[in-house]
């Protein structure tokens, strides 16, 4: 019932939205716990001490070259030509996202680009990079989209490349997210991994809709609640390793604690992400 609901919901978005919005499939992966316990998650304080370790991890390449996957108008590309001398390109299907970026940071203005990342491939050369950084990316992705993301993301990293993905473990992040930022969620399904959550951008696309797609919206979402899917992390390893990644089995972390590459990170709001570090096998 609930699915049917959202397609139409999802399918009169994308009349509109069609570069923003993606399948809205969320099915959760069979769950498999073997690889994930708190017990082997080290805390990590901010995404500057994330960042930390993916310099430490590329101290020893020369003229670095990376991906920021999903980068909306985020300040990492920004950083990263600037103050790492990394040659790192963000890519994003918010156009006006990516406005913004160049608005914001015009020396690297050229550097923020326009793409469907799951309509296109990376307009980069197999094998060219040394990294990828996601961070709050996938919750946006259905399994198969997660896949092939993976498997774009692996064509264009050199053989030892780094890929490092960031989000959020479990329901419990995003309750904290709730708690935090006054943001309203609902558990939808909690084993599917399914919530949605209200964005006020979602309120503005609504608001915009012609009467012949507001026929197709189920009142309730006039809230503006968007779907989200929450992956865990072992769903995320098994996808990765699918596709030729390797958790990087040796981490160095700047308190001089070592770990494997399952990391946890505390958002600004220290909401708690999983930020994992896999190598292109
Ligand atoms: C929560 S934001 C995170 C943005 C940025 N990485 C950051 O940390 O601030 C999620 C981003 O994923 C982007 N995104 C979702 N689906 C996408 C797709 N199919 N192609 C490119 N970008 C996509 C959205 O446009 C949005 O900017």
Excluded at 18 to 46: A, C, H, L, P, Q
Excluded at 116 to 132: E, R, W
Excluded at 163 to 173: Q, S, T
Excluded at 243 to 263: A, M, S, V
Aim: charged share 25%.
């Amino acid at each position: 019932m609930y699915q049917n609901e959202s397609r139409k919901y999802y399918q009169a978005l994308r009349a509109i939205h069609s570069n923003v919005f993606t399948n809205n499939k969320r099915k959760m992966n069979e769950k498999t716990f073997t690889r994930y316990t708190d017990g082997n998650i080290e805390g990590i304080n901010n995404l500057y001490t994330l960042i930390g370790v993916l310099i430490k991890l590329l101290e020893n390449n020369k003229n670095v070259k990376g991906v920021d996957y999903g980068c909306g108008s985020h300040y990492f590309v920004d950083d990263a030509n600037s103050n790492y001398g990394w040659d790192t390109n963000g890519f994003d299907s918010d156009i006006d996202a990516i406005a913004d970026a160049k608005t914001r940071y015009p020396q690297n203005a050229h550097k923020y680009h326009f793409l469907n990342l799951l309509m296109n491939q990376l307009p980069l050369a197999d094998g060219s990079q040394d990294f990828v950084f996601c961070n709050a990316v996938i919750q946006h992705f259905s399994d198969e989209e997660v896949l092939y993301a993976f498997s774009d993301i692996c064509r264009i990293l050199k053989n030892d490349g780094i890929f490092l993905v960031i989000f959020k473990r479990n329901i419990l992040d995003w309750e904290a997210f709730s708690a935090k930022s006054g943001i309203k969620i609902n558990i939808l399904d909690e084993n599917e991994g399914m919530i949605e959550i209200e964005d006020e951008k979602m309120k503005t696309a609504l608001k915009n809709f012609n009467d012949r797609n507001k026929n197709n919206i189920p009142e309730k979402y006039y809230s503006g609640m968007r779907l989200i899917h929450v992956y865990r992390v072992e769903n995320i390893i098994n996808f990765a390793e699918k596709k030729q990644f390797r958790l990087i089995d040796k981490i160095e972390l700047p308190n001089k604690h070592t770990t494997d590459g399952i990391l946890s990170y505390q958002s600004g709001k220290g909401i708690p992400n999983a930020a994992l570090f896999f190598k292109k096998a």
